[in-house]
């Protein structure tokens, strides 16, 4: 990658509004591409078909030109592309590295609890998940055909193991930023901590991880700068890239900012969103300032 023209991005998804996190990752994104003559592209991440709607992101647009975030390309909306992320699945799939998984998330919460009500110590992902058990990681064909046919709904899951071992080389990534423990250069990435992680569903027809991986490689990405939560999935991201042949940007895991309380901000959480703080007559100048990027 050396000597190309650095390209960031920034990929908020429209499920909330934003909050002073995106804004701090969206300014640093684009004075570091502005610091470095690079290329600065937004990209919408909305495979999730049910929570994203087209008002989040007419708003969230509203809110980046609002802070004075630009980008030098039209936007990527990933719901525009979910052949490409299909046709990526349905070839793993073929290489017996994915397969149909029916387990309902609450019926991985109930098995994981009676093994725990057992006394075994179920692990769980970076998340917070249980890792998904796996039962339905050797059926047969047939099987599987069947339950397809009944009708019954299922997640497409990535066969960790297989695809690890198809790897096989050590996976590292070079991360300029830092991660919870301080982590910086050559990291090691070690996916089996995530389990088979889905990789399509019904309602989000392209998970997070595949359409991430596969659109920083489509958009020659060169330095993917983001939230530190988002450090550990950067293990799954080098698996998938190594799957799919892919060369690795170079990863800047950046602070979070948090509340006065010191808890992480989120959309969920009903924080104060920009559209808050303007509002009650803030100005983009003093969001710059309040997130130290004046
Ligand atoms: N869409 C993700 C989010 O809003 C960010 C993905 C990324 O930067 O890799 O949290």
């Known amino acids: 990658m050396a000597g190309r023209q650095p390209i960031f991005r920034f990929a908020p998804s429209p499920n909330g509004r934003l909050h002073l996190g995106h804004a701090y990752s969206a300014l640093l994104n684009l004075r570091m591409a502005r610091a470095t003559g690079g ?43 979910f052949d490409r992320y299909r046709d990526f699945a349905e070839t793993l799939q073929i290489e017996n590295l994915a397969y149909p998984a029916f387990m309902s998330r609450s019926e991985i919460r109930e098995r994981v609890a009676l093994e725990e009500s057992g006394g075994v110590e179920w692990p769980r992902d970076p998340d917070g998940a249980p890792v998904y058990p796996g039962d339905e990681r050797d059926w047969s064909e047939a099987h599987r055909e069947s339950m397809i046919m009944s009708g019954a709904p299922y997640a497409l899951r990535l066969d960790s193991r297989r695809a690890i071992a198809r790897v096989a080389s050590r996976l590292t990534w070079e991360e300029a930023g830092a991660g919870p423990n301080g982590e910086t250069g050559e990291v090691e990435a070690k996916p089996e901590i995530w389990g088979d992680i889905v990789l399509a569903r019904k309602d989000t027809p392209a998970s997070y991880h595949l359409a991430c991986v596969l659109d920083d490689a489509y958009q020659e990405v060169t330095h993917v700068v983001r939230g530190r939560d988002l450090f550990p999935a950067t293990a799954v991201h080098r698996l998938l890239q190594e799957l799919a042949g892919l060369d690795a940007p170079e990863y800047f895991h950046h602070d979070l900012i948090e509340d006065a309380d010191g808890t992480k901000l989120s959309k969920s959480r009903g924080d104060t969103s920009l559209a808050e703080l303007r509002q009650a007559g803030f100005q983009p100048s003093d969001i710059r300032r309040k997130i130290g990027l004046a």
């Not at 937004?42 to 609002?66: F, G, K, N, Q, Y």
């Open 39 to 81: 290329r600065m592209l937004l990209r919408i991440e909305d495979t999730d078909t049910v929570r994203c709607t087209p008002a989040h992101e007419r708003a969230m647009l509203e809110d980046l030109e609002w802070i004075g975030f630009e980008w030098d390309e039209p936007p990527l909306r990933q719901s525009e592309h």
